[in-house]
């Protein structure tokens, strides 16, 4: 039989349609290849395999029956931000321990109801704040690529970094995953893979661990644009438990990918011309532009002036928001507890202990930040230069219908390349955090190999809830760039 | 901005951290290098600028004022690491 981890999501959907093979046996050859491999790449923290085979075993019930959901016996692997009920979830952090929650995610819950099943919880950097999945309490997750003739360990960006992983090595068919400033388009540009970010409000947030509730959003990692459309139409949908989800239709955003581009106007911002950009990555976005009008597409200078603000404007809201959010992790209601002298003191030694040093970090710029006497200076700065960012897209869009750019200005670097310094980390963000700043749906499609022979992607951003367009503009790219398999599996 | 020591201990106190000496001077001078890059902000003009406050246009949503959900304390108190009688245990705060 051929080797079934190596189907992409819309093929293995197609394959027990005709019963070329079981929900069990899918669900089976990814269990093997995770046994096989994630001892070297550190990519599940917890698999599920009993529940694996218990959904499957369900999934082949209801195919048999002619009862299959959208996504019917279908393995995916879930990020460890998302809320399982009775499974394990931690946020890669120490402080939530051995957190089993009660409940379940909305965007997990809709997966299951289609029949999805769960492969188990996915590395991620620590409460999803990192670039390159260092952060995280369980070490880092590593990218399946390596440099041409080295032996390198690789990251796979972040903070999705274990979801992004874990597609390109076929360790699943697709991953849940979440985007705060870049986190899920970045990692899936470092791993060759296809990662969709939502328009704000598109999922819901419900049961996914908080960052920054401002920006947070939840989107898949897959192999393929067409898998990234039949994921995000499972994931997406209003839900009364979160107020800032959306109630509009979710198209079939699958049936719209062959319309193609003819006619689309696609804006190519000066703005990311930015100095230091490796010459590959300034090479691509020219191939991209030129792919696009090929494909009939026309193309359009524009100006998004703000820009450069984006970054340092995105580090007074992300920390302020997050030092709010992780206020609850009090070592008294769930997760870690260091007991100290009186109640205060043990607050401060779970804290201490429980959170690693790039949350600290944050919750304490956070915390500053929104401290008295300095709010105005900071954080409502902060948001009013939000919305010129915003500003600037709502002007673009009266001239073109989506924005081509890089998705990171470099491709994956070498486990503890980056990590003394945190503000060159931050810098991984700065082409996709203007996307969260604003509330936009955007996407990473893989386009190229760097010198090194690693992916590189190209980013995608569309107006708010038209992720159809640029779904429709990803399937382009895709189509002449095609796709970018691992060519090794070392690990195994 | 510089952030001196003693600020750097009184924020981590306000967010209820606790910090080595070692972990106060290195984020005496991480932060301060954040704070001062985050500074570029004061380049654009905001006087006659709106925050924003909302992401996406749409006003909250009211739903009817109905208890559909409860009566399950054993599931809330159910991670707590000390609990006791669908209570959370804390360390004694009035004496």
Same mark, same amino acid.
């Given at each position: 039989m051929t080797d079934l981890t190596k189907l992409t999501l819309s093929e293995a959907r197609d394959g027990l349609a005709e019963k070329d093979f079981s929900a069990t046996e899918l669900a089976q050859a990814h269990l093997d290849a995770i046994e096989a491999g994630n001892s070297n790449?550190?990519? +599940? $923290?917890?698999?599920t395999p009993d529940q694996t085979l218990a959904q499957a075993k369900v999934s082949d019930q209801r195919i048999a029956k002619g009862e299959a959901g959208r996504l019917e016996g279908l393995p995916l692997g879930i990020k460890d931000l998302f809320c399982t009920r009775g499974v394990r979830t931690t946020a890669c952090s120490k402080i939530l321990d051995d957190f089993k929650p009660t409940y379940e995610s909305s965007v997990t819950q809709n997966l299951w109801n289609a029949g999805a099943v769960m492969l188990g919880k996915l590395n991620n950097d620590e409460f999803a704040m990192g670039s390159s999945n260092e952060s995280s309490a369980f070490g880092p997750a590593v990218n399946p690529w390596r440099r041409a003739g080295s032996d390198d360990k690789l990251v796979p960006g972040g903070s999705s970094g274990g979801s992004a992983a874990a597609v390109a090595a076929d360790l699943c068919l697709a991953a849940t995953a979440t985007d705060t400033g870049g986190s899920i388009r970045q990692p899936a540009a470092l791993t060759g893979t296809v990662g969709v970010k939502p328009t704000y409000g598109r999922c819901s947030r419900f049961g996914i661990v908080a960052f920054a509730s401002s920006l947070d959003q939840a989107g898949p990692i897959t192999k393929t644009v067409r898998d990234g459309a039949l994921m995000l139409k499972v994931m997406a949908g209003h839900d009364p438990k979160d107020s800032t989800s959306v109630d509009a239709d979710v198209p079939d955003y699958e049936a719209g990918l062959g319309a193609g581009v003819k006619g689309l106007r696609v804006g190519v911002p000066k703005e990311y011309r930015i100095e230091g950009m490796s010459e590959e990555v300034a090479k691509l976005w020219e191939q991209g532009i030129a792919w696009l009008k090929d494909a009939g597409a026309s193309i359009h200078d524009i100006s998004l002036p703000h820009t450069k603000y984006a970054l340092p404007a995105y580090y007074i809201i992300a920390p302020a928001e997050a030092s709010s959010n992780l206020?609850? +992790?009090?070592? $008294?209601? +769930?997760g870690l507890r260091v007991p100290g002298k009186n109640l205060i003191d043990t607050y401060e030694e779970t804290r201490s202990a429980g959170f690693g040093d790039e949350v600290k970090r944050r919750v304490l710029i956070g915390t500053y930040v929104l401290s008295a006497g300095y709010y105005d200076a900071y954080y409502l700065k902060a948001q009013k230069v939000r919305t010129l960012i915003k500003g600037d897209f709502d002007a673009a869009w009266e001239t073109v219908d989506v924005v081509l750019t890089p998705t990171t200005p470099s491709p994956a670097f070498a486990i503890?390349?980056?990590?003394?310094d945190p503000l060159q980390m931050y810098l991984e963000d700065i082409f996709t955090v203007t996307v969260n700043m604003a509330g936009l749906p955007g996407i990473s499609v893989p386009a190229g190999l760097s010198f090194e022979g690693t992916p590189l992607g190209l980013q995608l951003i569309g107006k708010p809830f038209d992720e159809a367009t640029l779904l429709r503009a990803g399937q382009a790219i895709e189509d002449a760039a095609g796709r970018f398999p691992v060519p090794k599996r070392w690990w195994v | 901005m510089h952030v001196d020591e003693a600020t750097v201990r009184r924020i981590a106190h306000l967010a209820r951290i606790k910090i080595t000496d070692e972990e106060a001077a290195g984020l005496e001078s991480e932060l301060s290098a954040i704070l001062d890059w985050v500074e570029q902000l004061d380049e654009v003009d905001t006087a006659t600028v709106e925050p924003m406050i909302r992401v996406v246009p749409i006003s909250l949503k009211q739903r009817e @004022? *109905? *208890?559909? @959900?409860?009566?399950k304390a054993d599931e809330i108190v159910a991670n707590a690491p000390m609990s006791k009688d669908d209570f959370f245990v804390v360390p004694k705060v009035v004496e």
């Open positions: 790449l550190n990519i +599940y $923290v917890l698999p206020a609850r +992790y009090d070592g $008294v209601r +769930y503890g390349e980056k990590s003394g | @004022d *109905v *208890v559909k @959900d409860g009566e």
